[in-house]
């Protein structure tokens, strides 16, 4: 008990798993890949695996680390969102409940993962009867909007942005929301959210947890955009175009070069002062909660 479990959601993107896998393999304690046994898309579409992919992770898993989790993720009676939470309350118990419960998706890709990992490990008390004090950690996305010919497009404001990526306690209420005391944690991950061709992307946003909340303007901006005008284009997210205000370049592909590109731009990186605010502001809005009151969330639903 009390290791480093991560947990990964197989589906179309799962070529992506070769890039998001490989930064967090070595801090791994074990890996655990989850697959709808029908390979089922969580809105019901049927998705097809390269074997290749097999070939590439078995040749990959040198420390045998790595296994594969097949179940019904597809509950027609559910939402796209409603199995997208399922799935992942499923793979965390499979992870087991007791350690430290990470999970990425495929297109996060950790640019430090053993700072996080130094940093989660400040909290192992909290893996001691877990279900008594569940808690969450976060870090900040770089989102991707887009590859071009010269390096790539990503949101530079608001950025970055929250995610849950850790927990002890997996009682999730919508995807990786456990609605608990968050911890946020200065570590940035690069997200390949919208960085695709147009073809995977609108079978992405058809099939994935908020399908139904995608804005009918989004397309056009997203095919217009490249390096010379992205300067001119605004309120480009996917659902709430306003959330995301405008686009940055780095003229990179490099993981390396981005990092350091990253560590260049002040508004790329978190200061002491905001996360101190962040984290007091959790502990005070969760310090009053009485003990024994917390929902399991899906519980009774995904068991």
């Known amino acids: 008990m009390k290791k480093i479990h991560i947990g990964f959601l197989l589906s179309y993107d799962y070529e992506k798993l070769k890039t998001s896998i490989p930064p967090v393999y070595k801090e791994a304690d074990a890996i655990f890949i989850a697959m709808d046994e029908q390979q089922l898309t969580w809105s019901g579409n049927r998705f097809e695996i390269d074997p290749d992919f097999f070939d590439w992770l078995e040749a990959f898993d040198t420390d045998k680390k790595i296994s594969i989790y097949k179940d019904n993720f597809y509950i027609p009676e559910l939402s796209a969102i409603q199995n997208d939470t399922r799935e992942r309350h499923l793979l965390s118990k499979k992870m087991g409940i007791g350690n430290w419960l990470v999970q990425i998706d495929s297109d996060e890709i950790f640019i430090d993962f053993s700072s996080f990992i130094s940093s989660l490990r400040k909290y192992d008390h909290y893996l001691d009867s877990p279900e008594k004090k569940p808690i969450q950690f976060a870090g900040f996305l770089i989102n991707i909007y887009k590859y071009v010919n010269d390096g790539l497009l990503y949101i530079d404001k608001p950025a970055p942005t929250k995610v849950l990526l850790a927990t002890n306690y997996p009682n999730y209420k919508v995807a990786r929301k456990t609605k608990e005391r968050i911890v946020y944690i200065n570590n940035i991950l690069l997200h390949e959210c919208l960085s695709r061709t147009e073809e995977e992307l609108r079978f ?87 003990k024994g009151k917390r929902s399991h969330g899906f519980e009774s639903y995904f068991n």
């Open 204 to 290: 992405k946003l058809n099939n994935w947890g908020h399908n139904v909340d995608v804005n009918e303007g989004f397309f056009e901006k997203w095919k217009m955009a490249n390096q010379h005008n992205y300067t001119t284009l605004k309120d480009l997210f996917y659902m709430e175009p306003e959330k995301w205000k405008k686009l940055g370049f780095f003229k990179s592909r490099d993981l390396e070069e981005i990092k350091e590109l990253i560590a260049k731009k002040n508004n790329l990186n978190l200061s002491t002062i905001y996360l101190f605010r962040k984290n007091f502001g959790q502990w005070f809005k969760h310090f009053k909660l009485v």
